[in-house]
């Protein structure tokens, strides 16, 4: 009996999913059992489908499962504080607005700003949703570097 794949080698066992001999370059060890090739990728790319679809549960508000990898403090939300509330339909960041509210505030989103963006806004998948807040953290770097170099430009202008 030769390998179902390579017809030239002589089978060391079959595979105890779809029952086709396999040869030692082929078969695969899985808690004692071998498999061949196309059943190992059969049987790992299920699981990891489920996973990704159980694991968004973005937008659907206070119900919404927090991802692991997305709890953390959240730069973006916490420099651009109600612009980032919103691109990222998080409309209680616009109370950053109010006078002295707003550093309270800003602090409170870098701290609630993923769970928030998560569970208000319908995200394509973790990955999308890291993309977008590590963006939002670059432009929030950008926007607070640009107002200390303006700050510092007229405080100058001024002394002068
Ligand atoms: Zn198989
Ligand atoms: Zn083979």
């Given at each position: 009996m030769n390998c179902y794949v390579h017809s030239d080698r002589e089978a060391v066992g079959v595979c105890v999913s779809c029952g086709k001999p396999i040869c030692s370059e082929c078969k695969v060890l899985i808690k004692d059992k071998y498999y061949c090739n196309s059943c190992v990728n059969k049987i790992a790319t299920i699981p990891s489908d489920r996973n990704e679809s159980s694991a968004n549960?973005?937008?659907?508000?206070?119900i919404a499962v927090i991802p692991q990898e997305i709890r953390g403090w959240n730069w973006g939300a916490f420099l651009l504080s109600w612009i980032w509330g919103l691109g990222n339909s998080v409309?209680?960041?616009?109370?950053?607005?109010i006078p002295y509210v707003g550093l309270i505030m800003a602090i409170v989103l870098g701290v609630k700003g993923n769970e928030w963006a998560w569970q208000n806004k319908r995200w394509d998948s973790i990955e999308h949703f890291k993309r977008t807040q590590s963006a939002w953290a670059k432009w929030g770097v950008i926007v607070f570097v640009a107002s200390i170099i303006v700050g510092f430009i007229i405080g100058i202008s001024s002394a002068i």
């Open positions: 549960t973005s937008g659907q508000g206070t409309w209680i960041a616009l109370l950053a607005l």
